[in-house]
């Protein structure tokens, strides 16, 4: 439902997605993220204590995916073999900030942190801020919002 660029950017404090970066709380990123676009692109307004707990929730679904997703080919996004772990990267350690520092979770930044020190040397400077559509209602969305925004 909800588009990870958006939401990223809440949970960076900024638009460059593949720079690291945490928001604080009171950012108005952090009260209005984006549904997918193949879904309207509408706003969402959240509390900040929702907003918290998607970012919980959305860290804890990925690291639980991990290490499948690096283990082979991911066709339907173009991936090989280990380019999982440049999705996201930067936003979901800024996930695992704000779960530690405003929730006391510190396990979520242990467990971010247990996780990413798996990876290769080779692949930590690289970055996939937003994964390609992959359905046609995806491709036709973006490319309206394209469109609007030109």
Known sequence: VVDSSSFDAAA???D????????????P?????LARPELGAFSLALTEAEFTDMCTLFLADYLEQLE????????????QPGDG???RRHAYRA?????????GL????????YVYDLEPEHSRSTCIPRNP???EAAKIALMALASRDA
């Not at 499948?68 to 991936?79: D, F, R």
């Not at 996930?95 to 929730?103: G, L, P």
């Not at 510190?106 to 942190?113: D, G, K, N, S």
């Open 12 to 14: 960076l404090g900024s």
């Open 16 to 27: 460059e997605l593949c720079e690291p970066g945490v928001s604080s709380p009171g950012d």
């Open 29 to 33: 990123r952090r009260s209005h993220v």
């Open 68 to 79: 499948g997703v690096v283990q082979k080919p991911v066709p339907a996004y173009g991936w």
């Open 85 to 87: 772990w440049a999705y």
């Open 95 to 103: 996930m695992a900030q704000i779960a530690a520092r405003e929730r």
């Open 106 to 113: 510190a396990v979520a930044l242990e467990a971010y942190e």
């Open 133 to 135: 559509p992959i359905t």
